[in-house]
């Protein structure tokens, strides 16, 4: 061959996205269900984009965060990079018993929990645990909930057992749900900017430990007894008294056909394995950076390459 096609070719080869190489075993598209907080939105992002790159034809599906599991045990979507033990192990575990697969457990420790910013306690010392914030509830008082203490509750999609567990604990508080989580962080800013009590729904990792001092509110630990026995927990007489795990689990969830229809995507799956610090990252360059998801993914997946590459 004469030299300057050989270099031509050469050229061409070696411009070739490494995809094209790649062989995706099936063309149809892997669904990976989206929902509505940002870690959960740039992540699936960057695996789709992942998968992308090795050749499959991927797609997003935005889906509840309760009702998502059981579509994932039926095959309407197939993978879910986030499901976190505080707000979806009822509904996880019960889509695993209709044929689920549990695809594995991130190194992550999550919480979910009420949260307070420090400066509440200069106000109200006790608010750390569930029983000195109750002290101070009229202090979290809005006209909506007066003489009750507001609590800034997730969108209802989220775990609905805030007012179930307010009651469970007769505490003088109303949840008072967000439509969507950009609100709870309005609401925090506000009542940052200018030191008044709040009391809202959070979770780490997040971006918010790196823009806000403050802390989770104990609540008695969870334990399955506290779902099913009265006779557990603060209240002899009702069930749900308790909080979410202070140190809980962040899994992978996926379809029942994905190993044996994409082999070498659910190997990938198999593999991603997201930290604190990676998580609170990829929210961080949407909710404090200001980017796009898609775009943070693009920008996460670049500050990543090594643990990408490892997939
Ligand atoms: C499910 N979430 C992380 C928003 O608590």
Redesign the pocket.
């Known amino acids: 061959m004469h030299n300057f096609i050989k270099g031509v070719a050469a050229a061409a080869l070696m411009a070739m996205p490494v995809s094209a190489f790649a062989e995706a075993e099936s063309d149809d598209p892997i669904i990976i269900v989206q929902?509505n907080?940002t870690?959960?939105l740039v992540l699936s992002y960057v695996v789709g984009k992942v998968l992308e790159e090795k050749g499959y034809t991927v797609e997003y599906a935005p889906s509840d965060?309760q009702l998502q599991f059981q579509a994932i045990a039926d095959g309407d979507m197939h993978f879910q990079v986030?499901a976190?033990e505080?707000?979806?192990k009822s509904a996880f575990e019960k889509a695993v018993e209709n044929g689920m697969v549990d695809a594995g457990t991130h190194s992550a420790a999550?919480r979910?929990e009420w949260w307070i910013p420090n400066y509440v306690l200069d106000k109200c010392p006790g608010a750390g645990s569930w029983q000195g914030l109750d002290r101070c509830a009229e202090m979290f008082a809005t006209a909506e909930t007066k003489p009750k203490g507001r609590f800034v509750g997730?969108p209802a999609d989220?775990?609905k057992n805030y007012a179930d567990r307010i009651d469970a604990l007769e505490m003088n508080f109303e949840a008072i749900n967000v439509g969507q989580?950009a609100t709870l962080w309005a609401e925090l800013q506000s009542a940052y900017d200018r030191e008044e009590p709040i009391v809202l729904?959070n979770?780490t990792p997040?971006f918010i430990e790196s823009k806000f001092e403050g802390q989770f509110v104990d609540f008695p630990a969870p334990s399955a007894a506290c779902n099913e026995v009265k006779e557990w927990g603060p209240n002899p007489n009702a069930t749900g008294d308790c909080g979410a795990p202070h140190s809980g689990w962040l899994k992978k969830a996926a379809w029942s056909g994905l190993a044996e229809k994409y082999p070498g995507a659910w190997g990938v799956m198999q593999n991603v394995d997201f930290t604190n610090a990676q998580i609170a990252a990829a929210a961080l360059l949407v909710d404090v950076d200001g980017m796009e998801p898609e775009e943070a993914a693009d920008k996460w997946i670049e500050d990543n390459k090594d643990i990408v590459a490892s997939w």
């Open positions: 929902n907080w870690s959960q965060s986030e976190w505080g707000s979806m999550t979910e997730p989220w775990g989580a729904f979770w997040n």
